[in-house]
């Protein structure tokens, strides 16, 4: 299968590479910086508008997953612009130049988030549930609405609505654990908000499997079935690691540190159930968290 990756050399894409390179597939990556390499490169600038169609011809299947880091930083106005920009605009250039391909590819699978549906309670939430209301929910709004093109061309698009993706080499968990080793860590704000959580290595092969399947599209809740409070999130990761966790991080510090990101990805609650995988037989490698971070810090 030839496969065209953007966001290759982040967390997410720097892994899907490498599981997808040995093997029966020729891979090409989307990149912004010059070309060095025609056979296995392709240049793009989504602020400018640059994406040569020519280039995009011939392939299978893309995987976009292109996007500024949301917890980077302070949201001010500039930096939630460019979250939205790098996710909109990417996508609409990538899917308007797929549509005026002659041989498009047959599938499109694009990151979205479980940022979808918004500040949502103890509600189980599964692809058909209705968008939330909010900065990140409007953003994935419009970043999956920018693939209408491609799939008005006839193009299979499958909408990734991600969770928070566990993995020692990046992300939240590499952020918690310093203070988790230390014993410094604890719940955040009164512990109640859902977590709905993927280990990378099963986000990767949710993205094969949706590669592989063709009668997967439309939205696909890339989540555990397995849901839980901060406040369990807290005392399982600290069992994992023998160390107390008896340091809570109170709301009111966790805004004074980060505002409005503290609301919208730490103290938000997203109780997420992956329906569709779970309907098409998906066979999650960690279903549960105890053994998922035992197998992701060696425990």
């Not at 940022?115 to 058909?128: S, V």
């Not at 409070?229 to 510090?253: D, Q, Y």
Request: hydrophobic share 40%; with cysteine; proline share 7%.
């Amino acid at each position: 299968m030839n496969i065209l990756v953007s966001g290759s050399s982040g967390l997410v894409g720097s892994a899907l590479v490498a599981a997808l390179t040995p093997g029966r597939h020729r891979l090409k990556r989307l990149i912004r910086s010059p070309v060095r390499d025609a056979e296995s490169e392709v240049h793009w600038d989504p602020a400018g508008g640059v994406l040569a169609p020519a280039a995009l011809e011939g392939l299978d299947a893309v995987v976009n997953l292109a996007g500024e880091n949301i917890a980077l930083g302070r949201w001010t106005a500039e930096k939630k612009a460019r979250i939205r920009d790098s996710r909109v605009n990417g996508t609409e250039l990538l899917c308007q130049t797929l549509a005026r391909l002659d041989r498009p590819p047959a599938t499109l699978i694009s990151a979205s988030a479980v940022g979808y549906y918004g500040d949502r309670g103890d509600e189980l939430l599964t692809e058909d549930s209705p968008p939330g209301s909010g900065f990140l929910p409007d953003v994935c709004q419009e970043w999956e609405a920018a693939t209408g093109p491609a799939a008005e061309k006839g193009i299979r698009v499958v909408l990734l609505r991600i969770g928070v993706v566990l993995t020692p080499r990046g992300g939240a968990l590499a952020k918690m654990l310093p203070a988790f080793r230390m014993g410094l860590g604890g719940r955040i704000g009164n512990g109640r908000q859902y977590l709905s959580w993927i280990t990378l290595d099963d986000l990767v092969g949710v993205i094969q499997y949706a590669l592989n399947n063709e009668e997967i599209s439309g939205p696909l809740n890339a989540v555990a079935p397995a849901p839980l409070t901060n406040h369990e999130f807290t005392k399982k990761l600290g069992r994992v690691l023998s160390r107390p966790t008896i340091f809570p991080l109170p709301a009111f510090a966790t805004r004074l540190a980060m505002g409005e990101m503290a609301d919208a990805l730490l103290l938000a609650s997203t109780r997420v159930q992956p329906a569709r995988l779970q309907q098409a037989g998906y066979p999650f490698q960690h279903r549960s968290l105890d053994p998922a971070l035992r197998h992701l810090l060696d425990k």
